[in-house]
C-alpha cells in the first residue's frame, strides 16, 4: 500500500483513537454516542488516512483500475491537506486563550484532540435537550463559562437553543447556531462541510 507511506507522518496520532482524554465527558448519562465520539470527520488527517484505506482496497477488489484510485486518493489527500492546513492558519490567528468551545452536543472531541481547541462539556447532554437538561447541568454550563471565561455556545442545528438562551441569559455569553454536525447538505462536499463549520466556530472566537 504505497499510497499510504506520504502518510506516515499521520500515524503517530493513532494513539488518539480511544479518546481517553474526553473520558470526562462520559458522565452524561443520556450522551447519545454512547462511550466513545463517532465524529471522527472532524479531524480531516484522520479523513485522509480513511481515504488511503478505502483506496487501498478498491484497488484489491479492482486491479485493473489501480492507478485511476492511485490518482484520486492522491488528488484528494492533497485537498485534504489544504483543509487541514486552512484551518491551522485560522486557528492561529485566535489567541489561545479564546481557543475554547461550549456546544450543545458532545461532537468536537477529534476537532480538540487535532487542534488543540478546548471543548467544555455539552450544556444540553442528552438526545432531547430541553427535557434532560437538568438544574445540575445549567449551573454546571455558567461555572464552566464563568471559569474559562467562555464568550460563545455553539448549538447545533438538530438542537434546542433553549437551554443554552437560559444559560446565556445568567452569564451574557452569545448563543451561535447553525453548526452542522452529523451530516452533509444537498449537494455539499465534506470539505465544504468542514469548511462552513469552522468559519461559523472560528469567526465568533475571533471577536
Known amino acids: 500500500h504505497d499510497e499510504h507511506d506520504e502518510h506516515d ?3 503517530e496520532h493513532d494513539e488518539h483513537d480511544e479518546h481517553d482524554e474526553h473520558d470526562e465527558h462520559d458522565e452524561h448519562e443520556g450522551h447519545d454516542h ?7 470527520w472532524f479531524d480531516p488527517v ?4 480513511i481515504a488511503s484505506i478505502i483506496g487501498a ?3 484489491s477488489i479492482d486491479p485493473q483500475g489501480s492507478q485511476y484510485y492511485e490518482d484520486r486518493v492522491k488528488a484528494y489527500v492533497e485537498e485534504l491537506d489544504a483543509l487541514h492546513s486552512q484551518i491551522l492558519s485560522q486557528i492561529d490567528e485566535i489567541d489561545i486563550h479564546d481557543r475554547v468551545i461550549m456546544t450543545s452536543h458532545e ?3 477529534y476537532l480538540e484532540a487535532r487542534y ?4 467544555l462539556s455539552a450544556v444540553l447532554p442528552g438526545l432531547d435537550g430541553d427535557i434532560s437538561a437538568t438544574p445540575k447541568d445549567l449551573v454546571h454550563a455558567i461555572e464552566e463559562i464563568e471559569e474559562h471565561n467562555v464568550k460563545v455556545i455553539f448549538v447545533d442545528e438538530t438542537r434546542s437553543a433553549k437551554a443554552a438562551e437560559r444559560v446565556a441569559d ?7 447556531s447553525g453548526l452542522k454536525v452529523e451530516s452533509l ?3 455539499q462536499t465534506y470539505i465544504e462541510f468542514m469548511e462552513k463549520n469552522m468559519n461559523i466556530i472560528l469567526s465568533h472566537l475571533k471577536e
Open 107 to 109: 461532537a468536537l472531541g
Open 9 to 11: 507522518e499521520h500515524d
Open 34 to 40: 454512547g462511550q466513545f465520539d463517532p465524529h471522527v
Open 170 to 176: 445568567e452569564t451574557g455569553v452569545e448563543v451561535v
Open 46 to 49: 484522520r479523513v485522509a488516512s
Open 57 to 59: 482496497e478498491l484497488k
Open 116 to 119: 488543540g481547541v478546548e471543548v
Open 185 to 187: 447538505e444537498s449537494g
